[in-house]
């Protein structure tokens, strides 16, 4: 149930911005509701991953060691993993928008996107944005990279214990409890990795693309 409560709360502060750009052409957004817009979008793009981790090991648990599910998934591991995840990911998503306030904005004050990116609104300054780069970049794939490679773990052992089971239907019955779960995991972060392939290559593609890529990225997950 939390993760679709992570994809809601990372969708609310930039769709509606959105709408209004492409309803009613508010295209304006003041600095404190900015920054605070990519606050909240950073912290629960790193807080939906984390569920995803959280949810694989729930996952493993169930099917891998299904007699001690009860005393290992209980109340308070649920309560622990949530305050891990909010904590967590809203401590490193902290300094994001605070080194992007700092900087000088002296040249534009156009972003070439529809919700205030780290990236698009840092390109505004006439400050070196190096670090600013860096740290998304390092705090992003450390936060990302280890729940992925968490998921992978997790759903290898799943698949190992799957295959074993002899019992006809007992494969199709343990699949099926992950099967949502697993299309959302594929669609995050196959997303991530397209957003981040086109951002690199972005000379050779138009500048829509990644735009398109973002906003799809937020918006749907919490259709599903």
């Known amino acids: 149930a939390s993760s679709p409560c992570w994809t809601s709360c990372s969708a609310s502060p930039c769709i509606p911005k959105v709408l209004a750009i492409f309803w009613f052409d508010l295209r304006s957004i003041s600095f404190p509701a900015c920054f605070l817009q990519m606050f909240i979008m950073n912290s629960f793009l790193t807080m939906e991953s984390c569920t995803f981790m959280v949810m694989a090991y729930d996952r493993y648990v169930a099917i891998c060691h299904p007699l001690r599910y009860p005393s290992?998934?209980?109340d308070k591991?649920?309560?622990?993993a949530v305050v891990f995840v909010i904590a967590r990911n809203a401590f490193v998503s902290l300094p994001v928008p605070m080194l992007s306030a700092r900087l000088r904005y002296c040249a534009g004050n156009t972003i070439k996107n529809c919700i205030c990116t780290?990236?698009?609104v840092s390109k505004l300054s006439c400050d070196d944005i190096t670090f600013n780069q860096?740290?998304?970049f390092v705090a992003g794939w450390t936060l990302l990279g280890s729940d992925l490679?968490?998921?992978?773990?997790?759903?290898?052992f799943i698949l190992k214990v799957v295959l074993r089971i002899k019992a006809e239907g007992a494969v199709a019955k343990a699949l099926s409890t992950c099967g949502s779960h697993f299309i959302l995991i594929l669609f995050f972060s196959t997303v991530l990795?397209?957003?981040?392939?086109?951002n690199l290559a972005r000379k050779r593609i138009p500048p829509d693309v990644p735009i398109l890529l973002n906003i799809l990225h937020h918006l749907i997950p919490p259709a599903l």
Request: hydrophobic residues 65%; aromatic residues 14%; proline residues 0%.
């Open 77 to 80: 591991f649920v309560a622990r």
């Open 149 to 156: 490679i968490l998921i992978f773990i997790s759903y290898s």
């Open 118 to 120: 780290n990236l698009s």
């Open 134 to 136: 860096l740290y998304q």
């Open 193 to 198: 990795l397209v957003l981040v392939i086109t």
């Open 72 to 74: 290992i998934i209980t």
